[in-house]
Structure formats: C-alpha cells, structure tokens
C-alpha cells in the first residue's frame, strides 16, 4: 500500500533552517510528483510548491521562492523540502503529497510534520 | 486565484443531507477536487475532477459543478463525515485551496 512517512518534529530559532523528510514506499517513487503543504495553527492549507522526481523539475509558490528547496533521492525514494531564513510565522505543520501520475491531483499525504520557530 | 467556500460552518443533524459550496474567481473548468480532513490528520482526498470519487471513498460522498461554482453533497451524514472539507483548484498555479467548511452536528 502506498505511504508516505514524514521526519519528526523540529523546533528551531528564527533565522534557522529545516529540512523535512517524507519516505515513500508501496508505488514506483520516480512516476509521481511530490508536493508540500503547510498548515499554520487553527489556519487553512497552503501549497508551497512540487517536484517531479524523474527529472527534478520544481514549482516553487512565488512568496516561498526565496527560501525553499525541494529535492529527491530516488535511491531511497525520499523527498525532501528545505525551508531558509525561517521566520516565528513558518511555525505550521509541513505536509508531503503524492500526484496521480505526473497531475496535480494529490492522492496519499504524509502524515505532517510540526516544525515550531521560536527564540 | 481565490476559492470561496461557504458557509464557514453547517450545522446538521445525523443522516441528513449536507450541501457545501465552493466558488472560484474564475473559471477553473473541472480542475478542482474536494479533501476532508480531521483533527490532526492529514487531508485525504475525496473527489477530484470536480465529481470524480477518489479510491475508497463512499458512494454518499459526490461532486458537482464547472466553471467557477462546485458543490460537495453528502447524501446522509455519519458520525465520522463532522469534520473540516476544503476545495482545491489546480487549474492554475499557484494552486488554492478555500478557507475550509466545518460542519457540526446540529
């Protein structure tokens, strides 16, 4: 069956860096895109961007350009979603998607990952 | 690209019928799918292409609409279906979701 199953908890200061993880396993990983999502405290979902891991294209929100990066090992089939310069608003659960196919219909999520930014 | 969803909150009693909206700024033809999710789960997919039922997802569950206005019917409510549903468009980029519809027993 697929899943997707994403790094633990972080807690980092303001400026920092985090790097959220998210396994894949049950489908062959190079055939579908990977998106990211967060969710801020008692807020609604927001997209942050994608990657096609068979070519790691990436599509990038334009307000997050700046400062994420996403990547993919198809050697361990990990997607990985490094966000920068973080800031106490980035505080917000990081959610990793799969595609149908190459689309933009998002099918099986990872289960979140919190990430808190407080000094 | 702004979604729209209303109400914020429906109020309805168990094995009625609950009618959600969902209303883009322009039209997103039938690029637009339905998600549920519950406290401190992540979201799980219920219709996409506006009316198409996702794997496994009951058959009370079903999608309509084109163009700018879509509606998610939940034929009879059970104990679980109380929870949050939002509408994403991924016509265009950035892709959007709505601010969400919570709905509670009445």
């Known amino acids: 069956q697929v899943q997707l199953v994403q790094s633990g908890a972080d807690v980092k200061k303001p400026g920092a860096s985090v790097k959220v993880s998210c396994k894949a396993s049950g489908y062959t990983f190079i055939n579908h895109r990977i998106g990211w999502v967060r969710q801020a405290p008692r807020q609604g979902l927001e997209w942050m961007g994608w990657?096609?891991?068979?070519?790691?294209?990436?599509k990038y929100v334009q307000k997050f350009q700046d400062r994420v990066t996403m990547t993919a090992d198809t050697s361990t089939s990990t997607a990985y979603m490094e966000l920068r310069s973080l800031r106490s608003d980035d505080t917000a659960v990081y959610y990793c998607?799969?595609?149908?196919?190459?689309?933009?219909?998002?099918?099986?999520w990872g289960q979140g990952t919190p990430v808190t930014v407080s000094s | 690209m702004v979604m729209t969803q209303s109400p914020a909150t429906l109020s309805v009693s168990p094995g009625e019928r609950a009618t959600l909206s969902c209303r883009a700024s322009q039209s997103v033809g039938s690029n637009l799918a339905w998600y549920q999710q519950k406290p401190g789960q992540a979201p799980r997919l219920l219709i996409y292409?506006?009316?198409t039922r996702a794997a496994g997802i009951p058959a009370r569950f079903s999608g309509s609409g084109s163009g700018t206005e879509f509606t998610l019917t939940i034929s009879s409510l059970q104990s679980e279906d109380f929870v949050v549903y939002f509408c994403?468009?991924?016509?265009?980029?950035?892709?959007?979701f709505g601010g969400g519809t919570k709905v509670e027993i009445k």
């Open positions: 994403q468009q991924y016509d265009n980029w950035p892709l959007t």
């Open positions: 990657i096609s891991v068979y070519n790691a294209n990436t």
């Open positions: 998607a799969r595609a149908k196919a190459d689309g933009l219909v998002f099918d099986y």
């Open positions: 292409a506006a009316s």
